[in-house]
């Protein structure tokens, strides 16, 4: 799977679009981006995951860049209760993938009042 | 409501003893995974099993035993072999087939090893 690189924390100011970059320049064809949160000291909540067109749903957006080597997740609205760790993870689908997810140390988000 | 439990979500052990982790889930997934967490690290998984009867070693392996005798349960045992047993440990589960499916996770249990 592909090595991702994510900035280490960021801060969002409550009601404001929060964005967070993903960096994947490794990526191949048949990997997935997929974006998890970890609020503290609970387990990684799903968000959203795409392979190369835009993807939205009802908690985030993901743009994926046409070379598909960054990503950028979008909480359109942040609240408090989006202070977490936000995980971007670079995964092979099919073959012989068993849907193994190979976390990094991910962004602290920190959405301030 | 369907999920997956983990029990219990804080855990005491003295230094030695073996210690059994419980994970269940109701949302009929086939494949169900452990993961380690170290304060400030990413999630690194354990073991993994696809199905009943059947699991695979992930990358941190060593000093865990896992069983999956039934589909809604996955339990991990932290042996005695495990030189740095505490640490948050997270228990996942997915549907098969489809390997971009989600994994859906736990609340964990923390464990520390005294």
């Known amino acids: 799977d592909a090595k991702t690189t994510q900035p280490p924390s960021m801060d969002c100011a409550e009601g404001r679009a929060a964005n967070l970059p993903c960096n994947h320049s490794?990526?191949?064809?048949?990997?997935?981006v997929y974006w998890y949160r970890q609020i503290h000291s609970q387990g990684p909540q799903y968000i959203i995951h795409g392979l190369k067109n835009n993807e939205t749903n009802e908690m985030a957006s993901l743009i994926i860049t046409e070379d598909r080597k960054s990503s950028t997740l979008i909480l359109p609205h942040a609240t408090l209760r989006d202070t977490a760790v936000y995980y971007c993870?670079?995964?092979?689908?099919?073959?012989?993938?068993?849907?193994?997810?190979?976390f990094g140390q991910g962004t602290i988000l920190t959405v301030h009042p | 409501d369907g999920g997956i439990t983990q029990s219990p979500k804080y855990l005491f052990r003295k230094e030695g003893q073996n210690v059994t982790l419980s994970c269940e889930q109701n949302l009929n997934h086939d494949a169900m995974y452990w993961y380690r967490q170290d304060p400030g690290q990413g999630l690194r998984l354990i073991y993994y099993?696809?199905?009943?009867?059947?699991?695979q070693k992930g990358d941190i392996a060593e000093g865990y035993s896992v069983s999956r005798e039934k589909k809604e349960s996955f339990p991990l045992t932290v042996t005695s072999a495990q030189k740095n047993p505490t640490a948050f440990y997270l228990c996942?589960?997915?549907?098969?087939?489809?390997?971009?499916?989600?994994?859906?996770f736990g609340p964990g249990t923390r464990l520390t090893v005294l």
């Open positions: 099993s696809q199905i009943v009867n059947d699991f």
């Open positions: 996942a589960s997915k549907l098969a087939g489809y390997s971009y499916n989600e994994q859906f």
């Open positions: 490794t990526i191949s064809g048949n990997e997935y």
């Open positions: 993870i670079v995964r092979v689908v099919g073959g012989t993938s068993y849907g193994k997810l190979t």
